[in-house]
């Protein structure tokens, strides 16, 4: 493994002839994506461990008697609100995670330019999804 990292840097070095790789609008892009990515999965645990805690009240107003249950409907309301709109968020998550393509169009610089500035902004949006999902159910 040690002579396979030797060789890419190697390799690496070789064809830059030592000077550093200019940063892309495309390599930007990604960046950009990536961080948006890394800021929505960041908060994803914290999202399942909030729907868990919701779904435990929710539980527990269930149990309840009758007269205490339909004393606790406008808060039952609020926690379904709450859990439902997590769920959005994670399964947003989910869904652009499945459909993003990390290779697209890497062969054409303004098809792929084009491609990551579209997915920058979906990701932006899944990200803003799951922080006000969470800012709304605390």
């Given at each position: ?17 030592g ?19 890394n ?63 990390m ?36």
């Amino acid at each position: 493994m040690l002579i396979v990292v030797v060789l890419t840097a190697c390799n690496n070095a070789a064809n830059n002839n030592g000077a550093p790789r200019v940063k892309t609008k495309t390599d930007s892009l990604m960046d950009d994506v990536m961080e948006g990515h890394n800021a929505a999965m960041a908060k994803i645990s914290k999202l399942h461990q909030t729907k868990n805690q919701i779904q435990q009240v929710l539980d527990s107003i269930s149990k309840l008697p009758t007269d205490a249950q339909k004393n606790s409907t406008h808060y039952k309301v609020l926690l379904d609100s709450a859990f439902n709109r997590l769920t959005r968020a994670d399964e947003a998550m989910d869904k652009w995670m499945d459909e993003f393509n990390m290779d697209s169009s890497a062969n054409d610089v303004e098809k792929r330019s084009d491609y990551l500035q579209s997915e920058k902004i979906k990701v932006s949006a899944v990200k803003d999804e799951i922080i006000n999902s969470l800012q709304n159910a605390d």
